[in-house]
């Protein structure tokens, strides 16, 4: 019986890595799986484990207030040591690009086990955007021993880096088979937050629901994106704004000072996964800088504008699902503009094809797992 760890520590990682840890446990004769979360997102992380009934074996815990990243990486490292001296794993499972990721994935390498990297080889190729996710990503696949790539082009572009072939696996993005499982849950799905959302906003009217928190977008990038978003709110008295803000005063702060106080916006509290699941369905355009919500939103038929200048998530702008707009607020309020009042192009762009699976990406990397 071969020992796995699966080893996460933001909410996207968690959503993301949780259909593999239950795909894993199905097969208990043949794996001994178990979960270790960091916990470098403590609040968010949790809502997530309890959505999907998961308990982690293992919890570092290591969120504090204002961490940086040197913190951050050395005590993952730190922490991570004693976990693998007492599970002994054969192969650590870690996903993405988050700072868990590359000091799982360090720490993992010290300790001899096999490293396996879900969603590997995106890339932007310039490090510093997005920061410091991608140099996270580029350290575990040079540190990892086997790679599962989303798609094709993720493949290519581990072979340009002279990774083995025969250590990538192309399988779908996890999210998808995450997504498709809580889309159905959440149809009769009833909590606080989404009966408050019901109180307060018109469902009849057009919905765009807005996330942000990346690091590049800090200061300039976000008094842009929150003023595209007060010209949208102005121009389209009857269009409703939902943002679930981000708590980092970086971004809080900035959001607070710009769109208070606006009629038809709507300034809340970070949502747990299934609340924003279920409006992501109600809502009729998405504006994220968000990895998972370009992946997620194409399964529900809704068109994505992204708010960063470069995207490792090539394959969904290809397909037109998703529209780089940078934080730009021209560029914001224009794209905007041609979604809801252009309904053709509005069609076109909801019925794509989404690139990035069929929701049977855990399968495929359990069967490869099985295989060697």
């Given at each position: 019986m071969k020992k796995n760890l699966i080893v996460f520590g933001t909410r996207p990682e968690a959503i993301k890595m949780i259909p593999l840890v239950k795909k894993f446990k199905e097969y208990p004769e043949l794996f001994s799986t178990k979960v270790c979360v960091t916990a470098q997102h403590r609040e968010m992380l949790d809502q997530v484990l309890d959505f999907f009934d998961i308990l982690p074996d293992y919890d570092l815990d290591i969120m504090r207030h204002d961490q940086d990243l040197y913190l951050l990486t050395s005590t993952i490292i730190e922490k991570m040591k004693y976990v693998l001296h007492d599970f002994k794993p054969d192969y650590v499972f870690i996903h993405g690009d988050t700072t868990t990721t590359m000091a799982a994935a360090i720490s993992a390498f010290y300790s001899g086990a096999k490293v396996c990297h879900v969603e590997a080889g995106l890339r932007t190729n310039n490090k510093l955007s997005p920061?410091?996710?991608?140099?996270?990503?580029?350290?575990?696949?040079?540190?990892?021993?086997?790679?599962?790539?989303?798609?094709?082009?993720?493949?290519?572009?581990?072979?340009?880096?002279?990774?083995?072939?025969?250590?990538?696996?192309?399988?779908?993005?996890?999210?998808?088979?995450?997504?498709?499982?809580?889309?159905?849950?959440?149809?009769?799905?009833?909590?606080?937050?989404?009966?408050?959302?019901?109180?307060?906003?018109?469902?009849?009217?057009?919905?765009?629901?807005?996330?942000?928190?990346?690091?590049?977008?800090?200061?300039?990038?976000?008094?842009?994106?929150?003023?595209?978003?007060?010209?949208?709110?102005?121009?389209?008295?009857?269009?409703?704004?939902?943002?679930?803000?981000?708590?980092?005063?970086?971004?809080?702060?900035?959001?607070?000072?710009?769109?208070?106080?606006?009629?038809?916006?709507?300034?809340?509290?970070?949502?747990?996964?299934?609340?924003?699941?279920?409006?992501?369905?109600?809502?009729?355009?998405?504006?994220?800088?968000?990895?998972?919500?370009?992946?997620?939103?194409?399964?529900?038929?809704?068109?994505?504008?992204?708010?960063?200048?470069?995207?490792?998530?090539?394959?969904?702008?290809?397909?037109?699902?998703?529209?780089?707009?940078?934080?730009?607020?021209?560029?914001?309020?224009?794209?905007?503009?041609?979604?809801?009042?252009?309904?053709?192009?509005?069609?076109?762009t909801s019925k794509k094809n989404n690139p990035y699976g069929d929701g049977k990406a855990s399968q495929r990397i359990v069967d490869f797992i099985a295989q060697l």
């Open positions: 920061f410091p996710e991608e140099m996270n990503r580029q350290i575990a696949g040079r540190i990892a021993d086997y790679h599962f790539a989303p798609t094709i082009q993720s493949k290519n572009n581990l072979l340009k880096e002279n990774i083995v072939p025969e250590t990538i696996l192309v399988t779908g993005n996890t999210v998808i088979d995450a997504l498709l499982e809580s889309s159905i849950r959440v149809e009769n799905y009833s909590s606080i937050e989404i009966e408050n959302l019901k109180q307060k906003i018109n469902f009849d009217h057009k919905i765009i629901l807005v996330t942000g928190h990346r690091r590049e977008n800090h200061g300039q990038g976000f008094i842009n994106i929150c003023n595209a978003l007060k010209e949208i709110a102005f121009k389209y008295p009857e269009v409703q704004i939902v943002y679930p803000v981000h708590l980092n005063p970086k971004v809080k702060n900035i959001v607070y000072e710009t769109l208070s106080g606006i009629d038809n916006v709507y300034l809340i509290s970070p949502l747990s996964y299934p609340a924003f699941v279920w409006l992501m369905k109600k809502c009729y355009i998405l504006l994220t800088d968000s990895g998972g919500v370009q992946e997620e939103a194409p399964s529900l038929g809704k068109p994505v504008l992204v708010m960063r200048n470069t995207t490792e998530r090539h394959e969904s702008v290809e397909a037109g699902t998703v529209t780089l707009v940078g934080n730009s607020r021209e560029k914001i309020v224009y794209e905007t503009k041609r979604l809801i009042e252009d309904e053709d192009l509005y069609k076109k």
